[in-house]
């Protein structure tokens, strides 16, 4: 029995993967804000939600009250209402502007990579970026699928404006290596001393750095 349950079970440890985007320290800042107001506003959503659900406790008790608690219970009622209605909105509101900068980052490309200059190990390569560290290099860049790839670096440096490179990642930059199948383009550049990896799906638009 021992040695049958012993074939049965297999245990396996897997390496946890992360993966890692690039993003501005303005970007940072607009999710924290934005964050933070939605959270007030949750929370004072929550407060008037809290009136509502008092004033109708209050009102089926069944105690006989004046005419004017009444009316002002009726009106706290609508009061708390509307309330709900707009700070629910702006809850959503800040809420959607954090998932849209979130979805931002995310769509700059995948950083599969990074490692200071230093670390770099072509120090060819490295040499040539020293006298101006801020201005965009393209080491190489690569747009394949698992059977086929072909070389754009060539394509995409030309296509670097005032140390800015924007396109798109598709089958105009060099051609087809792989007809009906989705390609990806990797991409390896330094900028500002550092050297960085990216990866885009087909289709995608390309902004580095």
């Known amino acids: ?16 993967r992360v993966t890692y985007y690039l993003t501005t320290e303005e970007d940072l800042n607009n999710i924290k804000s934005n964050s933070v107001l ?9 407060l008037a939600i809290g009136g509502i659900i008092s004033v109708l406790i209050t009102k089926a008790t ?17 009061v708390f209402i509307v309330a709900t209605i707009i700070f629910g909105c702006f809850t959503a509101y800040f809420y959607y502007k954090s998932f849209r900068i979130i979805e931002k980052i995310k769509g700059s490309g995948i950083v ?3 490692k200071s200059v230093d670390q770099e190990e ?4 490295v040499t040539e970026i020293k ?4 201005k965009l290099k ?24 005032d140390n800015k490179l924007e396109t798109v990642a598709s089958n105009d930059i060099k051609g087809d ?33």
Do not use: H
């Open 138 to 161: 393209i080491i190489e860049a690569t747009y394949w699928t698992p059977k086929a790839k072909l070389d754009v670096t060539e394509e995409l440096r030309k296509q670097i404006v």
């Open 122 to 125: 072509d120090t060819e390569k």
């Open 1 to 16: 029995m021992s040695n049958n349950s012993d074939k049965l079970i297999k245990s396996e440890i897997k390496g946890r």
């Open 62 to 78: 069944k105690i006989e009250l004046a005419v004017e608690t009444q009316n002002l219970l009726d009106l706290l009622k609508c």
């Open 38 to 46: 939605g959270e007030t506003f949750t929370v004072l959503t929550s």
């Open 112 to 114: 599969t990579s990074i």
């Open 177 to 209: 290596p792989d007809v009906g199948t989705v390609k990806k383009l990797s991409i390896r550049y330094i900028f500002n001393g550092i050297t960085v990896a990216k990866e885009f799906t087909e289709n995608s638009k390309v902004v580095i750095p």
């Open 131 to 134: 006298p101006d560290k801020k």
